[in-house]
């Protein structure tokens, strides 16, 4: 998956509350690779990506969404226009 394959929201979603650049929103980037990437945000980028898509995540599943490409899978999964 390349980094053209993010839909432009979901770039901006995380360029944002992660407070980095859309340039760094990559597949691989991960809680591990964001210093921005805490606890705290991660609550606020599942929220703002629900209302976003319309969506909402398993509750039990939400701790393992730690990559941008496993939020993008987990996105499909749920049928989400993207």
């Known amino acids: 998956m390349s980094s053209q394959q993010i839909p432009s929201s979901l770039r901006d979603i995380f360029a ?5 650049s859309s340039d760094e929103v990559t597949p ?6 964001a210093e921005t990437w805490d606890s705290f945000r991660h609550l606020q980028l599942i929220l703002s990506i629900e209302d976003e898509y319309g969506v909402q995540f398993d509750p039990q599943k939400i701790p393992d969404l730690t990559t941008v490409a496993k939020v ?3 996105l499909e999964q749920k049928g989400a226009t993207l």
């Open 16 to 20: 944002d509350t992660l407070e980095i």
């Open 28 to 33: 691989e980037l991960s809680m591990e690779s």
């Open 72 to 74: 993008l899978q987990a």
